[in-house]
């Protein structure tokens, strides 16, 4: 039921945000009318709050809490499902960016990076309404040794129809040639904690940390597929999406990681008893465990070598890979074999999905498993959800 007021406070709204003056010397104006494309479409509450924000009015608390949004956006795998590549509309461009529960900074490549650096990428171009960080610098690497660094811009961006008008966009005046090479991203949007966000002086928030209040829940699901379209869904989760119940676990976010503990680990259904401690981290593409783990569980596959020439773990193509399952209270979370026989590594050998962690004292939980789950990612408390899906 809509309230004479929000009628009245809408009306005022929409000709204020209708009118547009064609030009202040005619004795009139035009009111130039475009229909609000369904993908962002937002609730009446929300124009209503950001009406009474605009003119300062005080937003009531039905108000605020019918304003919440929810969005949805496509993600889709590269080649070989070694990253998923989510489109994101970054002040006045349409980038496709790498959403990356491992780190917290949305850079992109820009006019500030070299053209010799950014040839085959989109790139970030500065909105009207965009303003510079004064100041403020930014500074990445990332495990595989790949790094970028740049300014910071205040912009709009909408993923999947939920916006966020004073995001920290990073621009890239410097990319590490990984990412030069690799024209399938123009950027990363950072997920995880804003905590281990990397702009200096003052560390900036996240996208969904900028959202997460205005969301009908502080939530968001990654439903990654193998070799098909999948989303990252902002503020609601979907039974349409994933069978059974979500198997919730207490996330230790200290730092900065969406970090849980799987209460045990088994190989090809046999149970192996320990507990694992580790991040779930869309932004690499396999799963890395301790050298204990990762040796128990190629033991089960008579081809299976460490090759140093490739830096890790192959095995004849035509091997039969076992089931690699970590269990989370009553869930048991599967990754099919078939995942884990990951790549080509050349003439009949493959490449394994599960590699070791280096000894870095923690398991990551890449896409080769990401993908074989519906996964909540949640703020309340925090805590993460697991799903067959
Ligand atoms: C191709 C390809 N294959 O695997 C990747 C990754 C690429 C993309 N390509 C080589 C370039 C690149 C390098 C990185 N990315 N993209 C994504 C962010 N990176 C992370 C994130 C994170 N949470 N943890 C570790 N690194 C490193």
């Given at each position: 039921m809509v309230s004479n007021k929000l009628v009245a406070a809408l009306t005022a709204y929409s000709a204020v945000a209708a009118?547009?003056?064609?030009?202040?010397?005619?004795?009139g104006f035009s009111l130039v009318q475009e229909a609000i494309p369904k993908s962002s479409y937002r609730a009446p509450a929300a124009h209503l709050a950001k009406a009474l924000t605009k003119f300062g009015a005080p937003v009531p608390a039905h108000v605020a809490a019918a304003a919440a949004s929810t969005g949805s956006v496509t993600t889709n795998p590269s080649d070989g499902d070694e990253e998923y590549v989510t489109k994101v509309t970054v002040g006045d461009s349409t980038l496709n960016l790498d959403f990356d529960t491992g780190s917290a900074d949305l850079w992109a490549f820009s006019a500030d990076t070299p053209s010799s650096e950014r040839s085959g990428h989109n790139y970030y171009k500065p909105s009207d309404s965009a303003t510079k960080v004064s100041g403020a610098s930014w500074d990445i690497s990332y495990g595989d040794g790949s790094s970028a660094s740049g300014s910071v811009y205040k912009d709009t961006v909408t993923v999947g129809g939920v916006t966020f008008d004073a995001q920290a966009v990073e621009a890239a005046s410097s990319v590490s040639s990984e990412f030069t090479q690799d024209?399938?991203?123009?950027g990363l949007l950072g997920l995880a904690f804003?905590?281990?966000?990397?702009?200096?002086?003052t560390p900036q928030k996240t996208f969904f940390d900028n959202v997460k209040s205005s969301l009908d829940k502080p939530l968001f699901v990654a439903i990654l597929k193998h070799d098909t379209a999948g989303s990252y869904d902002f503020g609601f989760t979907d039974d349409s999406k994933y069978s059974g119940d979500i198997a919730y676990t207490d996330v230790d976010?200290?730092?900065g990681f969406w970090s849980f503990t799987a209460d045990s680990y088994s190989i090809d259904g046999q149970d192996a008893g320990s507990s694992i401690d580790g991040i779930a981290d869309t932004g690499t593409t396999l799963v890395l465990l301790d050298d204990d783990v990762v040796e128990a569980y190629y033991e089960t596959i008579d081809s299976a070598q460490y090759d140093d020439s490739q830096g890790g773990y192959v095995f004849d193509c035509d091997a039969d890979v076992p089931d690699f399952a970590i269990t989370v209270g009553d869930y048991t979370a599967t990754i099919p074999g078939d995942y884990i026989n990951f790549a080509s590594a050349g003439s009949s050998t493959c490449y394994g999905g599960i590699q070791s962690n280096s000894g870095i004292g923690f398991s990551i939980f890449g896409d080769v498993f990401l993908k074989s789950q519906y996964v909540v990612f949640d703020a309340s408390g925090p805590q993460i959800g697991f799903a067959a899906q």
């Open positions: 009118a547009v003056p064609v030009a202040s010397q005619t004795k024209t399938s991203i123009d804003s905590s281990i966000n990397t702009v200096s002086p976010s200290s730092q």
